[in-house]
């Protein structure tokens, strides 16, 4: 991401006075450097998206009429089996350059899932110069829930809302339609579309980026619940995982239509790695896709709904998930999810958004690492006892450093300051208790890394002995 702002007021004012430490000459002159064009990379990528390959994968998508986990797998063109056939070959001749493979698990009889079953999702790999990861995700499973579908639920009164889940019915029929073109054949297509785009652009990243299209998402996210455990497992680096579930349509069930923004929700507290990841989407997409507007929720999700970000989030990584602005929930897990819901340009919008956070994150370096050993911030208030001094450790590949704040009581960065290469700077003045701060890593093409904020870890205090 790149990014430029003035001097702020403050220091203006201090550098006027003409008290002026060394490290603020070092602030100053990173003024000098004029804006820089936005990176022709990232345009590319952006007009790279192909809105009618996107229509193509949904409607293939929505034509295996059920894509349930427990529906047939031995039927050539009904059912999960042929369906993540179909996306594995497809994948595979997006580009000789992605690693699919089918990441594949017995999940044992249990809640949701009425039967043993061989779940499998489907990974495409496209190799980084590091093997620091951001996942692109998305579940391609569909669900059928009987009755009204999910507007049922949503209208059922609060009182009866302990109602028997309908996945738990005995009389189920895993093989009735459920098309599932918005949930999530648009966000299986959105995944599978940027897979082709980014693996076939020419362009080197420095991350790994993983596409993962899940299943069992609609009995409890258990695909992606297995596979964020087996990577917190394997101490595997997961820098980001932006997930896409429910993004195709514009057209709200309650009446309202919305084609020009899109909801990214993310897990607190407000300074969570998850939120530096919510707030670089709405920089990097304000810059690249001006026409649509980016709309931060400061929540995990949708009230009493979920998706896979949230198993990511559970392992300890930084984890988003977008979805429409304007839902309608008389499609959703029924057999009305047809692809004349899903509106195409709308979802080309979103898939532009994606791509750009995705390749601006994967260029840039990792985010410099602000604790120390102990996991404590390294801030203080060095050198008069009244300034922000600021320290991180080096970023592999980094060729300067931008440092953010903000007032204490608000929740998006206000200003920014470049700074060369280097691993510590102070800021005359401010106060350290009145803003936050952050650093980010920024690489010799300009693209900034996510935001490492500097917070303070809170001990509790042991109780006092009472006599
Ligand atoms: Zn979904």
Redesign the pocket.
């Given at each position: 991401m790149r990014l430029h702002r003035t001097l702020p007021a403050t220091l203006a004012a201090l550098a006027l006075a003409g008290a002026v430490p060394a490290t603020f000459s070092q602030l100053a002159s990173g003024q000098s450097t004029a804006t820089r064009d936005l990176d022709s990379r990232l345009q590319q990528l952006v007009s790279a998206v192909s809105e009618s390959r996107l229509g193509e994968l949904v409607n293939t998508l929505a034509a295996f009429g059920t894509r349930n986990t427990l529906s047939s797998t031995t039927s050539p063109e009904r059912g999960i089996g042929a369906a993540r056939q179909w996306i594995f070959e497809e994948l595979q001749r997006s580009s000789p350059r992605l690693q699919v493979s089918f990441d594949t698990y017995k999940v044992a009889k249990g809640a949701r899932i009425t039967r043993d079953v061989e779940l499998r999702n489907v990974l495409a790999v496209l190799p980084g110069r590091s093997p620091r990861r951001i996942y692109l995700t998305a579940?391609y499973d569909t669900v059928n829930i009987g009755g009204t579908g999910q507007i049922g639920s949503n209208t059922r009164p609060s009182g009866q809302t302990a109602a028997a889940d309908p996945q738990l019915r005995a009389d189920q029929d895993y093989n009735v339609d459920a098309p599932g073109a918005n949930?999530?054949g648009s966000g299986t297509a959105l995944t599978m579309e940027l897979a082709r785009v980014l693996a076939t652009s020419g362009v080197e990243f420095d991350a790994t980026i993983v596409f993962a299209l899940w299943a069992g998402?609609?009995q409890g996210l258990v695909g992606s619940r297995i596979h964020a455990q087996r990577l917190a497992r394997n101490k595997t680096v997961v820098e980001a995982n932006i997930n896409n579930?429910?993004v195709g349509n514009s057209h709200g069930g309650g009446g309202e239509t919305d084609a020009g923004s899109v909801r990214v929700y993310s897990e607190g507290p407000e300074d969570s790695p998850s939120r530096a990841l919510a707030r670089y989407i709405s920089r990097v997409a304000s810059l690249y896709v001006p026409s649509h507007r980016i709309r931060l929720m400061a929540r995990p999700d949708r009230f009493s709904r979920g998706?896979d970000h949230s198993s990511f989030n559970d392992y300890g990584f930084p984890a988003i998930a977008f979805r429409e602005s304007r839902e309608n929930f008389a499609k959703q897990h029924s057999a009305l999810d047809t692809v004349d819901g899903v509106d195409v340009a709308y979802l080309a919008q979103n898939a532009r958004v994606n791509i750009v956070s995705l390749a601006s994150l994967a260029l840039a370096p990792p985010a410099p690492v602000v604790t120390n050993e102990r996991g404590q911030a390294r801030i203080g208030r060095q050198p008069s006892g009244y300034d922000a001094n600021l320290q991180w450790q080096a970023s592999p590949g980094a060729s300067a450093y931008r440092i953010y704040w903000r007032d204490a009581w608000t929740n998006d960065w206000a200003e920014s300051r470049l700074v060369g290469d280097q691993t510590q700077v102070s800021l005359p003045g401010l106060s350290i208790d009145d803003h936050v701060f952050g650093v980010a890593a920024v690489g010799a093409d300009g693209n900034e890394s996510l935001v490492s904020a500097y917070v303070e870890r809170r001990a509790r205090r042991p109780e006092v002995k009472l006599r």
């Open positions: 579940h949930d999530n998402e609609e579930d429910i998706s």
